[in-house]
């Protein structure tokens, strides 16, 4: 399938490199695309640039947000948070209407130094934010509750833990939800469908005790379980 | 133990039976006794009148918010988030300076229907406000992510589940969870202490998505799971 990633980060190269396993066609959209190549240092996470790891996976294709948007079947949102609408509005609503738009991105601002806080949450989230933007994209925010590794590596953390899953397109979400099963390896049983974009809320508010979960854990390979009981 | 309770509501009430089984000297702290001892209605969620209540335990007491913070060598606060600041200022210094308090509150404000938001979040806590408020007191958020019968019937939800500690006073946190495993059956590895005070954001900001699953799931015996795989 023809895949776009808006991104180029850890996120972007740990999706990418896993939907390239199952040769699927993925661009990377950046917005300077010589500038993208150019760069030689680590990202702040100590992640490679998106030069060197493509030299390791060569049948990926870079090109701007807009090409990348219009490449791909759905999209996906993997850019940082805090510059997710700016690289969609590059990208086009031309490019990413009537498409499944997958989000992972959280809008955490690390400007202020840790802990790093939401832009936006409680009464509103990233995800509301987009679809609003994109009223005719089926926005579908999931994956955003856990470290990259994690997502595409449920095994990577044993036994049973969750996904969320939340958008107001059914048909959109049973789509994504196949994929985070067929591509990934999620077992059914733990992918749990909040309902509509509004819930994007309640997962990105995750991302605080999950920034302080890593630091006292020193270990970013965790996730929530929701374990369920009987009912009273 | 002399126990002091700040609240009449659900959460008083459920925790409070568990200390009288213990046959610990539970005090609750209300506005208005009288007027707490008239109400006849049911509360919000369905909880009984504590006057109702109160017949099924005779060796509780209730008094106002300022005797039972006086009668309590350690108090528990499971006031309404919203109204919490002000039963513990009504409560007084005088009473709760050098104690540990344990702050089981959510502000969590229903004023605008469903679903509710947080009065505050992301750069405060209620935690917070509450360490800030009563800087000689030994504030201790937990107990607060889950429903009021698993915070002390954990073995109601199967298997493993985590319950999250913070607080600035190291001592005071063994202290509580001692308490949480004597006194509720918590296990000592599913109890994780975040750090400091501020970690009351993070945990306060698990609501959103608590309240979101239990209209998912209709049933609010469940609690999240913090499960851990291999570092990298």
């Excluded at 996470?45 to 996976?57: A, C, D, V």
């Excluded at 992972?104 to 936006?120: K, M, Q, R, V, Y």
Aim: net charge positive; charged share 20%.
């Amino acid at each position: 399938m023809k895949i776009g990633i808006i991104g180029t980060g850890i996120v972007a190269q740990t999706i990418g490199a896993k939907l390239l396993e199952f040769n699927h066609d993925v661009m990377f959209g950046t917005r300077d695309v010589a500038k993208t190549l150019e760069r030689t240092d680590p990202g702040p996470m100590g992640t490679p640039p998106l030069g060197q790891w493509m030299k390791k996976h060569p049948t990926a294709k870079l090109e701007t947000f807009k090409e990348a948007a219009a490449h791909g079947k759905i999209v996906i949102n993997a850019s940082s948070g805090v510059a997710s609408l700016a690289a969609l509005d590059y990208a086009g609503k031309e490019n990413l209407d009537g498409k499944i738009l997958i989000d992972i991105a959280n809008p955490l601002d690390f400007s202020e130094g840790f802990p790093p806080a939401l832009t936006g949450c409680n009464k509103d989230s990233l995800g509301e934010q987009i679809q609003r933007e994109f009223p005719k994209t089926k926005v579908v925010k999931t994956l955003n509750t856990m470290n990259a590794l994690v997502m595409v590596n449920p095994h990577l953390v044993p036994g049973n833990h969750t996904i969320f899953i939340c958008g107001n397109d059914t048909g959109a979400k049973t789509k994504v939800s196949g994929f985070l099963s067929d591509w990934f390896g999620w077992k059914k049983e733990n992918i749990i469908d909040l309902g509509d974009i509004t819930n994007a809320r309640g997962t990105e508010m995750l991302l605080p005790i999950w920034v302080r979960l890593y630091g006292v854990l020193q270990n970013p390979m965790f996730n929530f379980h929701v374990v369920v009981g009987k009912k009273p």
